[in-house]
């Protein structure tokens, strides 16, 4: 079975500052999928990032970029110019495609940044 | 945008109680989860449904049933509500193919307390 490691459970960053959550899983798959979800404070989770294994460029979206070490199995997440919006839960989650029709996601324990003036 | 509802976001029931918790996507997506929500313990799957009456095993299955009769709506159902099912509970839904494939869209939650 897979897991997903999440070794931060809290983080403060100050607003405009760079913070880098960290990932690790273990998997035995050579193809997967990495995501990072963001679950702010009362409100729904939303999908902040998704990796393909296969794909050796790492992802970016705007101000959150990843770095994926499939050798080392780690997707840490990277906020730049961090905003007080950014606030939130954070979940790193695994995806393996081969296990059925249905797209599980197993998720690490999050991480929980504050952004601060 | 995909919109996944739940039917409330608050719950107060009772032990022994039979618990319905409801979850609506209007995005015709195959599949559906219900995951529960610990401090420290991240999202831990209980069920999911990859068709209408089709069901399988999460990790946490005990103490909960499902149900799905139409494709857009899958119901998580405790039967005889207990102190430790006290948690937040999400539903989610994904499509199968394209490129859009494999992304859960998530409800708002429902926060069960059983006293």
């Known amino acids: 079975a897979q897991t997903v490691t999440q070794s931060q459970p809290e983080m403060s960053v100050q607003e405009a500052e760079t913070v880098t959550l960290s990932c690790t899983y273990d998997?035995?798959?050579?193809?997967?999928?990495l995501f990072w979800y963001k679950q702010p404070p009362s409100r729904q989770m939303i999908l902040v990032i998704r990796q393909e294994a296969y794909k050796q460029q790492n992802a970016t979206e705007n101000r959150f970029s990843v770095n994926f070490q499939k050798a080392a199995k780690s997707f840490s997440l990277k906020i730049s110019d961090s905003q007080l919006g950014d606030t939130a839960m954070y979940f790193c989650?695994?995806?393996?495609?081969?296990?059925?029709?249905?797209?599980?996601?197993?998720f690490g324990t999050g991480t929980r940044l504050q952004v601060t003036l | 945008d995909v919109k996944v509802t739940q039917s409330s976001r608050y719950l107060v029931k009772r032990t022994g109680e039979k618990v319905f918790l409801e979850c609506v996507q209007d995005?015709?997506?195959?599949?559906m989860f219900w995951y529960r929500q610990d401090p420290g313990l991240g999202l831990r799957l209980i069920y999911f449904s990859y068709d209408v009456k089709m069901k399988e095993k999460g990790d946490i299955p005990e103490g909960y049933s499902v149900s799905r009769e139409k494709k857009e709506r899958f119901s998580l159902i405790l039967e005889s509500a207990s102190t430790n099912q006290t948690s937040m509970y999400l539903c989610a839904s994904s499509f199968f193919g394209g490129t859009g494939a494999y992304e859960q869209y998530f409800g708002p939650g429902t926060r069960l307390t059983v006293t």
């Open positions: 989650a695994f995806m393996n495609p081969h296990t059925g029709t249905a797209s599980k996601l197993t």
């Open positions: 995005m015709d997506h195959e599949n």
């Open positions: 998997t035995s798959e050579s193809n997967y999928y």
